[in-house]
């Protein structure tokens, strides 16, 4: 068995968005967990915003993600 360092580890942070309250943030939370598990990637945290356009600047969500820092991860 391989263990990996501290510093190997892989961590990503995922961002998802839905325009309208029709649309479902689950299939998105589903596609960035099998893509980090692919890639080896651990999933510390994941921003959302609900039923706002992308065309709004300012969105809860991608701030928060905007403000991180590398220690954040």
Known sequence: MC?????????AIGYIRVSTNNQDLQRQRALIKKYCDKYGYTLTNTFEDFAISGTIPDRVGINKVLSLKIEDA
């Open 3 to 11: 263990q990996l360092k501290y510093k190997d580890m892989k961590k």
